[in-house]
């Protein structure tokens, strides 16, 4: 479960290109991959029009996205959950109640560049977004494998 503050610009964008990234690696059956928001404020919008580009230059299809919210109960449906940025990582771990299991990351933990993902929502840069997803995927599968 990939999560960010609204579900319509990082977290989605985290989720169409790992679904991508496992497809081409011909490893999807191994995943049951979703994407969700610690706020209400976007429940039911579609994806951020930035996201949108990045996702169309790669014929991704988001167009039954809609933003949905983290769940208590979704703590035992995943297996890990891989938020963007500290306050995510707050936010996650009240919502779900915890995280006894240690299954709450940031994305970019399973890098050599622990940081927050950057935020388009007020940097406007999708492509500095688009970089730090691909480089957590990378590092995040690179994990899975190891593991």
């Not at 790992?18 to 999807?28: A, C, D, G, H, V």
């Not at 580009?53 to 988001?62: N, P, Q, S």
């Not at 769940?71 to 938020?83: C, P, Q």
């Not at 927050?116 to 970089?131: G, K, L, M, Q």
Request: proline fraction near 1%; include cysteine.
């Amino acid at each position: 479960m990939f999560v960010c503050y609204g579900n319509i610009c990082r977290s989605p964008m985290a989720e169409f290109l790992f679904l991508q990234e496992i497809k081409k690696r011909k490893i999807e059956g191994e995943f049951f991959v979703s994407s969700s928001a610690t706020s209400y404020e976007e429940i039911g919008n579609g994806v951020h029009h930035g996201t949108r580009k990045i996702l169309d230059r790669f014929g991704i299809d988001y167009s039954k996205k809609r933003a949905c919210h983290l769940e208590k109960s979704d703590y035992e449906k995943y297996d890990y959950f891989l938020v963007m940025d500290e306050a995510n990582l707050h936010d996650a771990r009240c919502i779900l109640g915890g995280d006894s299991e240690k299954k709450v990351h940031k994305l970019l933990d399973f890098t050599d560049f622990s940081r927050d993902v950057a935020d388009p929502w007020y940097t406007r840069n999708f492509e500095v977004t688009y970089d730090d997803i691909m480089l957590g995927i990378d590092g995040f599968l690179d994990y899975l494998r190891r593991k």
